[in-house]
């Protein structure tokens, strides 16, 4: 089967979700599959690069080469548009899978040119659609603030315009939030659940200066983007220490990846909680780092909640190593009574390996 990925994004390690197209075109072809990757609104091209369709360019996960078009959000939407019926018309997928985020097509999250250029590509070429939603519209909470409402009601007709304008195309998403509003609109909606964008490795160990600085500690981890809400940030370190109190051992915390604009007002509250030489900041780190230290930790802090984990593909990280969580509260809490019945449950409790997740998709969308 061939697959063409179209994204908002595909620059490594810069948008989650280009991130997750990768590794899930690099594991359809490990799969026996071809695919090829398409960025419709790249915002993160060099400059001198931004006004070129990159046809040769290829990016790669786990050693697999993976075939990728990036288009920069400063050429017309109307050049995108016919080079994005040359590409399908050239590449011949038997499948078109939009990787769907309304903020990856317009920084407002209302994505009118994208939809319009889809609508006039899926008239303009023979092929299957399918949509991944890992995101839907604003305002689904009962609580939600009026504007969100509002503007969630435009998302929601962009979003149905799109599913319309596909005829009904495969449809899957990785939240069960997300899931049930799709359902309740009378659509097949499948749910795949959220693998990591890294490969956890049981068997990594830290390097010695590391593993001597954090001694026998409580282990405590933070990795990649900082809530700005320092309160719920603070009540997480507290929960941290009292969980360290029990087995009489001190807390040390480790942040590591892309810690966004909250890192450094998050460093300085964990030095005034837990103590300056308690706390380590190590930034960017290749993956096999990654599985060390979180081999290591004795538990983990998410700015995810327990109705949205299922988004972070850190958190599935986080659980593949059967690591504890501690999340940030629910503020929406009509939403938790999506994650308590045993529906929910079982999809909950579905494989989030790769390999595993890979074939379920493709099984779904045939």
């Known amino acids: 089967m061939k697959i063409i990925f ?38 993160k091209l060099q400059e001198e690069r931004k006004f070129s369709w990159q046809a040769s360019e290829e990016q790669e996960d786990s050693d697999t080469k993976i075939k990728c078009f990036r288009w920069s959000e400063k050429v017309s939407w109307r050049d995108r548009q016919e080079e994005l019926v040359k590409a399908i018309n050239s590449e011949k997928p038997d499948l078109v899978s939009i990787q769907f985020v309304l903020y990856s097509y317009n920084e407002k999250g209302i994505p009118f040119h994208f939809l319009k250029v889809v609508k006039r590509v899926a008239r303009s070429v023979n ?48 939240c069960l939030q997300y899931y049930y509003t799709l359902c309740k609109k009378n659509l097949d909606v499948y749910y795949l659940p959220l693998f990591s964008n890294f490969d956890y490795d049981s068997s990594q ?34 929960k941290a220490m009292d969980k360290a109190g029990e087995e009489k051992r001190n807390v040390f915390f480790v942040g590591f990846g892309k810690g966004g604009g909250g890192e450094q007002a998050a460093l300085q509250l964990a030095e005034k909680v837990f103590g300056v030489e308690q706390v380590m900041a190590l930034g960017m780190v290749e993956s096999t780092m990654i599985s060390a230290l979180i081999n290591r930790a004795d538990l983990a802090i998410s700015r995810s909640n327990a109705v949205n984990w299922e988004k972070s593909g850190v958190v599935a990280l986080f659980k593949a190593s059967n690591l504890e969580v501690l999340f940030a509260p ?13 529906r929910s449950a079982s999809k909950l409790s579905e494989s989030r390996n790769i390999k595993r997740v890979c074939k379920k998709f493709i099984a779904e969308i045939i």
Request: include cysteine; hydrophobic fraction near 40%.
């Open 6 to 43: 179209l994204c908002g994004c595909l620059e490594p390690g810069q948008d989650g979700v280009g991130d997750y197209t990768r590794r899930l075109a690099g594991e359809c072809i490990r799969q026996g599959h071809e695919a090829v990757m398409i960025a419709l609104h790249d915002r």
């Open 127 to 174: 092929t299957r659609w399918h949509i991944m939603f890992h995101e839907l519209w604003l305002g689904i909470a009962k609580e939600s603030k009026f504007r969100e409402k509002v503007i969630g009601c435009i998302q929601e007709k962009v979003v149905m315009s799109l599913i319309i304008c596909l005829g009904r195309p495969k449809i899957h998403t990785q």
């Open 205 to 238: 160990a830290l390097p010695k200066e590391i593993s001597s600085a954090l001694g026998s500690s409580f282990v405590t981890v933070h990795f990649g983007t900082f809530t700005n809400e320092i309160s719920v940030l603070e009540d997480q370190f507290k």
């Open 330 to 342: 629910v503020r929406n809490k009509s939403l938790i009574e999506l994650t308590t019945d045993s």
